[in-house]
């Protein structure tokens, strides 16, 4: 990805599954819009640091060039538009643009958002990692 050492606030789908069910069978939120975040940024390094300790094996990130990005998705069959489009994502993260992270998980749900350690864990149970 071309994310360099840019750092993203990865939320975990199940914080964003509560959010929903939370403002759908809530009062209040009709019209409101919320920004989700993770609690923390994280770069593509740390991930793979992470996924390599709860998988027991080594993960290893590799930042790659837009040109480079964009060729290999299409290879693989993803239409060009959305290559682009992932492109351009991984591009805002490269400088900053998804390092922000919120509260509003917290101040939604009662909760802190899921952290990535914790959802690798729970993701991946079975890993077998110490």
């Given amino acids: 990805m071309p994310a360099g050492s840019g750092r ?3 939320i975990d789908v199940a914080d964003v599954g509560a959010v929903v069910v939370h403002c759908l069978l809530g009062q209040g939120h009709v019209g409101q819009g919320y ?5 923390e940024a994280l770069d593509f390094a ?3 640091t992470t996924l390599s300790s709860t998988l027991g094996r080594p993960i290893r ?3 790659v060039s837009v040109p480079r990005f964009v060729l ?3 290879r693989e069959g993803t239409p060009l538009a959305l290559c682009l489009v992932m492109a351009a994502l991984y591009t805002l993260q490269r ?3 998804a ?3 919120t509260g509003t998980v917290r101040q939604l749900l009662g909760r802190a958002p899921t952290d990535f350690a914790t959802y690798a864990r729970q993701r991946f149970p079975a890993s077998g990692a110490s």
């Avoid at 920004?35 to 609690?39: A, D, K, N, S, V």
């Fill in 46 to 48: 740390q991930v793979a």
């Fill in 95 to 97: 400088f900053g643009q």
């Fill in 61 to 63: 990130y590799r930042p």
């Fill in 99 to 101: 390092a922000a992270t």
């Fill in 35 to 39: 920004t989700l975040t993770g609690p």
């Fill in 8 to 10: 993203s606030a990865f």
């Fill in 72 to 74: 290999e998705r299409w």
